[in-house]
């Protein structure tokens, strides 16, 4: 691609996650929080090239990992809204 700016590298990995609906993997998260999302770490370990990293399926994945089969898209903006309905007196 040509791309030398780390600033650039950045900013189209940001967008490619955005568009994937994964989360940033952050260095500083504390094992105390629960597992990321399924298809995040699927990519990572999709990373590295090789026979067995081409030819693993998502679904292998998760079932080797033991996780659990939910959607891979997070709904974020489905559950921001929340309405109130309490009054003050």
């Known amino acids: 691609m ?14 490619v996650r955005e568009l994937l609906g994964i989360e ?3 260095w500083s998260r504390s094992i105390a ?5 399924n298809l995040g770490l699927f990519l990572e370990h999709k990373a590295p090239s090789g026979e067995k ?12 990992a033991g996780l659990e089969q ?7 903006k489905a559950q921001k809204t929340v ?4 009054t003050l007196i």
């Open 53 to 64: 990293a081409d030819a693993l399926t998502f679904t292998q994945f998760v079932q080797e």
């Open 83 to 86: 309405k109130a309905d309490t």
């Open 24 to 26: 940033e993997s952050l």
């Open 2 to 15: 040509g791309i030398t700016d780390f600033d650039h590298m950045k900013e189209i990995s940001w967008h």
């Open 70 to 76: 939910y959607a891979t898209i997070p709904q974020l």
């Open 33 to 37: 929080l629960p597992y990321r999302d």
